[in-house]
């Protein structure tokens, strides 16, 4: 390789996040471990690593990384008189160190991963700029009440609990709203994709408690070309080199119709964005790119 020459892109993991919803509009989120890896002491939707070992599909991938960083598991079982019984917390922690698979404490409880109420919520490819790429697929769930069946130890009684430190730090729900407002004002950190998707959510879940209507929307944006829409920022300088825009799909400039936007403004000041302008003038329901290639798992 000469000087010119750029290293070659690093192939994006494969990996998968769970935007869950409760009763009040409030969307899970965890703080992640200052220390780590990727994202350091931002604020995620829970997930992780597609693991070829044990998952089966990106969204059972989704519905153990939950249980994992936030002890709320998303499951179904046929003897829901036994579930009581169950140690969660104590499972957790054998999943989350190996101890044992999610595989066996799902089968040794007659659980079933309920990966049928999870829905297809835009995909992220990291940009090939970076060192660690992901390729994640977003689902959204809401989680039901203690008079549903399924969603067992997800329903409401039960609240979100960090996983001691090791990837997570904070666990908890916050309304769309709220969210942006903490990071607008400093109190929390997020990246594009989290704040696109709960800039997205915001004008749907209005209000505090959860409607038919607001339900059947996300449903709707999902099966729509929204749900399916996988986006591969680049990054632009804008107004005359002044601004840091990463630029998305069908925006004008990656070849979408004059004056179409698609794009996220950025500014970094102290934090990896101390501030985000979501620039997007289309209809979700019926104008997102979709991309046809899908990686086999």
């Known amino acids: 390789m000469t000087d010119r020459e750029s290293p070659k892109p690093t192939e994006p993991r494969l990996s998968a996040s769970l935007i869950l919803v409760n009763s009040h509009n409030e969307i899970l989120l965890v703080q992640r471990n200052p220390q780590a890896r990727s994202f350091a002491g931002q604020h995620v939707f829970p997930g992780g690593n597609f693991d070829p070992k044990q998952d089966t599909s990106l969204e059972w991938t989704a519905i153990r990384e939950t249980f994992e960083e936030a002890g709320l598991l998303l499951a179904l079982s046929d003897t829901p008189s036994t579930l009581p019984d169950i140690d969660f917390t104590q499972a957790r922690e054998a999943v989350h160190g190996g101890q044992t698979t999610f595989s066996t404490f799902l089968t040794s409880n007659n659980l079933r991963a309920d990966v049928g109420a999870l829905m297809p919520f835009t995909t992220w490819v990291t940009p090939p700029s970076s060192a660690r790429r992901f390729r994640t697929e977003f689902f959204v769930a809401f989680l039901k009440d203690s008079t549903s069946g399924g969603l067992y130890s997800a329903r409401e009684e039960h609240l979100p609990t960090p996983d001691g430190g090791?990837?997570?730090?904070?666990?908890?729900?916050?309304?769309?709203?709220?969210?942006?407002?903490?990071?607008?004002?400093?109190?929390?950190?997020?990246?594009?994709?989290?704040?696109?998707?709960?800039?997205?959510?915001?004008?749907?879940?209005?209000?505090?408690?959860?409607?038919?209507?607001?339900?059947?929307?996300?449903?709707?944006?999902?099966?729509?070309?929204?749900?399916?829409?996988?986006?591969?920022?680049?990054?632009?300088?804008?107004?005359?080199?002044?601004?840091?825009?990463?630029?998305?799909?069908?925006?004008?400039?990656?070849?979408?119709?004059?004056?179409r936007l698609h794009r996220m403004v950025v500014e970094r000041k102290g934090a990896p964005f101390s501030k985000m302008n979501l620039r997007r003038n289309f209809d979700l329901f019926n104008q997102c790119p979709v991309e046809v290639h899908i990686p086999k798992l």
């Open 166 to 259: 090791q990837e997570v730090i904070q666990t908890r729900f916050l309304h769309p709203e709220s969210a942006i407002e903490e990071f607008r004002t400093g109190k929390i950190g997020l990246f594009p994709p989290q704040y696109y998707i709960l800039e997205t959510l915001r004008p749907i879940l209005t209000g505090s408690s959860s409607t038919e209507n607001q339900r059947n929307a996300v449903q709707m944006l999902s099966r729509a070309a929204f749900g399916r829409m996988v986006i591969n920022p680049k990054l632009f300088r804008i107004n005359d080199g002044v601004n840091e825009a990463f630029v998305y799909e069908g925006d004008e400039l990656r070849g979408g119709p004059k004056g």
